[in-house]
Structures are given as structure tokens and as C-alpha cells.
């Protein structure tokens, strides 16, 4: 330990309300090779965002000094309140915030402790931790080094960027990148650009199981803090799910797809030969269902304000030069594992188009809702080709769930990752009633997918990094087989949406209508197929 060795800390916080629930992530770094030296998150109750964010600060510098004690460290974080008072340009006025500054400022001499502001993409690690923790909160546990993903996350996806694969964003950038090195026959040799994705290397929200030695626990890794709660391993937080430019989605190349139909359901849809059918019902510009009502009025399209952590951006695909099209030809990706997706059926919430989530009164199947559901056992026992059943924990979703068992004799398993989003102090309200009492954080939530509802619900943003990391752990089980997934509204319109690499305002373009299937199917190497969206012939 000499005052040679120099630590990176990243930092950040955050608050589902501000205030609201808050908790900080940190992580300390070797600044000359990137190891992830240690870890800290935790769940601070009610706070402020810049509260969350200067004791995520604290609680890096002090994981720094018990490593290093005499260390130079470099503080990045994308706080410019925190950086800039830290580094003594600003004035620190609020009360809250004066003695956190003070106490970081004792961890290290100031003269070896140096601050820079970095973009919110480029604080993905801490972000993840943050968020993992805010999860764990939520759930009355407490954070666990041993449920992280973000610090394997956070590796893969700096193995993707430098530099990164050329061709469109989305569901396992890696996975695209080898493909297309297939295709321009460069496969086997692969470059410092396509490293992220070959074996050994883990690769944020692929599917399958990490290789030896980059468990997500990071063995070796000792964690840091004291988070407060009850012991367990969080659910909702502990996710595979990609932040911003992360490697979190995965691009639909569809490898081995032949051209789109339109000839409705048949009895081969789901196997594993890839016919990419359409939807058929149309699908509406800003008629987003939320659960059981539309979220955003006919016509409206949700913006955001660029990418954020939680998703990947919008690009146009670039096609490599001298190379056949994508989804034409490529490496053999053997048997896909078909997820069909069945979003449940109605509940009196439905009709009425009212928010109904993982944090409201769990409402039963209403009498339409099943018919709907001995429909829809009916018209898949007929196709035969479901092999396992995955469900939602929320009673309209198992319901559902039963009665496609009891047709295919197959017994039902419950996924927690598979619920609803938790529309907060808007459950059981219409669109236009959270619009009446809340129009501020309405707006918010319709600008960014970071914002969450009111009252501590789940922005679409931590939905996206639970739902990818469920996926990934069925894909990873599932492996050549198909397996029915009945759960929400929210779930199944992310799971095409990271198939697709669409921004996360396409949520706000998908009609999903109760009862109805869609499909999606992942590939070994990463890729994934959407196969089919919204059918609902067999309601008619």
C-alpha cells in the first residue's frame, strides 16, 4: 500500500419520489486496470436525490480508504451538484446536505481526492447499484453483494464499447457483432471490437450461464456498507437488465427468418422454424395499455430527452459492407428457446382502463376475462406445441395460467420477475383522474422512463432491468424449448421492445389487448426473433 496506487470511485443515488425511497450504489476501482476492487449499496429510506447521491460518495471514499489508505483517488460521478461543491466551486446551502459534505471531505486529505463530472451513461456500475438497492428496499430486504449483477453487467458492457460492434442496437449487441462476423466470413478471428460475447466473456442481458470466475457476486470482491432491512436477495434489482448503451438489449437480427406473413396463427408458429408473423391488430400510435387501461390518450406519443441507463438507443441498422442481410444467413444458433407471451385476461378493471399493477388490489378474472382464458387454453392446446408454464405471482395472471395447465396437463411455475410495474399512488385511477390530481408527475413519467409514479412505483426504466434479468435467467433454463409466459401488459411490451432494440417511447406504440399472444424467441448466441404481437383470433 503505497500513496502510488491510485482508485477510481463512481458513485451515484437516487430517489423514487425526491423524496421518496432513496439509496445509493458505489464502487472502487483500480484506475490502472478497471478491476472492480469493492462494492456498497444501500437502501436510506425516505430521501432526496442529492442526499442518496452524497451517501453514495461517503460510503466509496471510505471503501477506498479501507482498501488503500493512502491512495489518490478519482471521483466520478454524474452529479454536477456533488462534483462541483466537492471540488469547492459551488456553495453548499442545504442543511441535509452540509454535514454528508463535510464528513467526505475528512475521509481523504483533500489534496489526493480529485472530482470529475461523466455523463449518466458512463456511471452505469454505481446507477445499477443504486437501483438494486432501491429494489431490495422496496421489497423489505436489504441489499446482497451475492444477488449483484452490476458489477459483471458493468465489465461486459465496457467489453462492448471499446470499440463498439457497428449494426443496429439492441438485445446482446455481442451476439450481433459475431453474427456479422460470420457473415463476412471473419468468424473464428475475432477482434478487439467483438470481444464482449465470445466464451469467457460474459455479456450484459445475453442469455445463457456465465462461465467460471465471473459469477455475479465477483468472487474476490469484498462488499462494503451496512445495508438496512431484512436479509434476502433482491428481486426486482438484482438484474441482468442493461442500463443505457448498455449491452442490455438484444438485436433482432432474426437469424434464419424468412420473409414476414400475414396469414394469422398456425399450427407450426411457435416451433422452432422462424416465421416472423405480423400482429393481428394493428398496432396503435400511442394507445399504450397499462395493465388494464390505456396510459397515455390516442395519439399521444411518450418523448424522451435522449437515452437514458436503463435503455438502449435508437439507431437506424447499418448493414456491413460486402455482407449478406441480416436474418438471411449467419452462424447456426441451434434451437431457440420460444417464449410465447400470453397477457392474461380481463378483470373489472379492465373496460373501465384503469391502472392495475403489482401494487394494487390484485383483482381476479372477471366472467369475460374467463371465457378468455378457456379460449386461450383451447386454441394453444390445439397447437401443441407449449412445453412449459411460467406465470406472474398476481392472481389474474394465474388464473389464466391454471386454466392453460389444465387443457395441456402441465403444472404452472411462478416468476416474481414476470409482474406488473407498481403504478404507486395511481393504482385502480384512470388515465384521465392521475391527470386531474397529478399532472406534474404525469408528465414526468410520460417524458422519461427514469420517472416513476407517484407515491414509490416502478419507473419503466427498473421494470426494464427486471423483466431482462428474468429473461435471461428463463433463457438460460429454457434452452431449445418453448415455454408459455403469462403476465402483463408492461413485461411483455418490454420483452419486444429490448428483442427489438426500441427506444423506450415505443412502449407508447404497441396495442396489447387482454388474452392476447404474442412471440418471442432467443438464440444461443444472443439474437432474438419477434415472431408474433397481439394475436387475438382466438377470441373471435
Known amino acids: 500500500m503505497t500513496s502510488a496506487r491510485e482508485l477510481v470511485v463512481e458513485a451515484d443515488g437516487g430517489s423514487r419520489g425526491n423524496p421518496g425511497p432513496a439509496g445509493y450504489g458505489a464502487v472502487v476501482l483500480d484506475a490502472a486496470t478497471g478491476e472492480t476492487l469493492a462494492e456498497a449499496a444501500e437502501y436510506i429510506g425516505v430521501a432526496t436525490n442529492n442526499v442518496a447521491e452524497y451517501k453514495g460518495l461517503v460510503a466509496g471514499l471510505k471503501a477506498a480508504r479501507e482498501l488503500f489508505p493512502d491512495a489518490t483517488v478519482h471521483v466520478r460521478m454524474d452529479s454536477k451538484l456533488v462534483v462541483e461543491q466537492m471540488s469547492g466551486r459551488w456553495k453548499i446551502k442545504h442543511p441535509d446536505m452540509k454535514p454528508l459534505a463535510a464528513e467526505a471531505g475528512r475521509v481523504f486529505p483533500a489534496g489526493r481526492v480529485r472530482y470529475e463530472w461523466i455523463p449518466r451513461e458512463r456511471n452505469k456500475h454505481a446507477d445499477r447499484l443504486a437501483n438494486e438497492a432501491m429494489d431490495a428496499g422496496r421489497l423489505g430486504r436489504r441489499w446482497e453483494p451475492s444477488g449483484s449483477t452490476a458489477s459483471l453487467d458493468a465489465s461486459a458492457a465496457r467489453n462492448a464499447a471499446a470499440p463498439p460492434p457497428s449494426g443496429p442496437p439492441g438485445d446482446a449487441r455481442a451476439g450481433a457483432a459475431r453474427a456479422r462476423a460470420a457473415l463476412s466470413g471473419t468468424a473464428g478471428t475475432p477482434s478487439a ?55 442490455d438489449a438484444r438485436t433482432d437480427t432474426g437469424a434464419g427468418a424468412r420473409p414476414a406473413t400475414d396469414d394469422g396463427p398456425n399450427d407450426g408458429l411457435f416451433a422452432a422454424e422462424d416465421v416472423t408473423a405480423t400482429s393481428s391488430t394493428p398496432i396503435a400510435s400511442g394507445d399504450f395499455e397499462a395493465e388494464a387501461g390505456a396510459l397515455a390518450p390516442t395519439g399521444h406519443a411518450a418523448r424522451t430527452t435522449g437515452a437514458t441507463r436503463a435503455d438502449a438507443p435508437a439507431s437506424t441498422p447499418v448493414q456491413p459492407q460486402g455482407t449478406a442481410p441480416q436474418g438471411w444467413a449467419g452462424p447456426d444458433m441451434g434451437a431457440p428457446a420460444t417464449f410465447v407471451l400470453l397477457r392474461h385476461g380481463e378483470t373489472a378493471l379492465t373496460p373501465e382502463k384503469r391502472f392495475s399493477g403489482s401494487g394494487g388490489s390484485d383483482p381476479e378474472l372477471s366472467a369475460a376475462g374467463l371465457r378468455q382464458a378457456e379460449a386461450v387454453a383451447a386454441a394453444l392446446a390445439a397447437r401443441g406445441t407449449i412445453q412449459e408454464i411460467v406465470s406472474s405471482p398476481l392472481t389474474r395472471c394465474r388464473q389464466t395460467a391454471a386454466a392453460v395447465a389444465a387443457r395441456l396437463g402441465l403444472d404452472v411455475r411462478i416468476e416474481q420477475g414476470l409482474r406488473e410495474t407498481d403504478f404507486g399512488a395511481w393504482e385502480g385511477l384512470t388515465f384521465g383522474e392521475v391527470r386531474e390530481r397529478y399532472p406534474e408527475d404525469l408528465d414526468a413519467w410520460l417524458a422519461s422512463p427514469k420517472a416513476a409514479p407517484t407515491g414509490g412505483g416502478e419507473s419503466f426504466a427498473t421494470v426494464a432491468r427486471r423483466v431482462a434479468a428474468t429473461r435471461d435467467r428463463l433463457t438460460a433454463a429454457h434452452a431449445g424449448r418453448t415455454v408459455l409466459l403469462v403476465t402483463h401488459v408492461t413485461p411483455i411490451k418490454t420483452l419486444v421492445r429490448l428483442a427489438l432494440g426500441a427506444p423506450p417511447e415505443s412502449l407508447f406504440r404497441m396495442e396489447l389487448s387482454a388474452a392476447s399472444i404474442s412471440a418471442v424467441a432467443y438464440y444461443g448466441d444472443g439474437n432474438a426473433s419477434v415472431r408474433l404481437l397481439n394475436d387475438t383470433s382466438h377470441l373471435r
Open 193 to 247: 471490437g467483438t470481444s464482449a460475447g465470445i466464451a469467457g466473456t460474459p455479456t450484459a442481458g445475453a442469455s445463457g450461464t456465465p462461465t467460471a470466475g465471473t459469477s455475479s457476486g465477483t468472487s474476490g470482491t469484498p462488499s462494503i456498507g451496512t445495508p438496512a432491512g431484512t436479509p434476502g436477495t433482491s428481486t426486482a434489482g438484482a438484474s441482468g437488465a442493461p442500463t443505457a448503451g448498455a449491452s
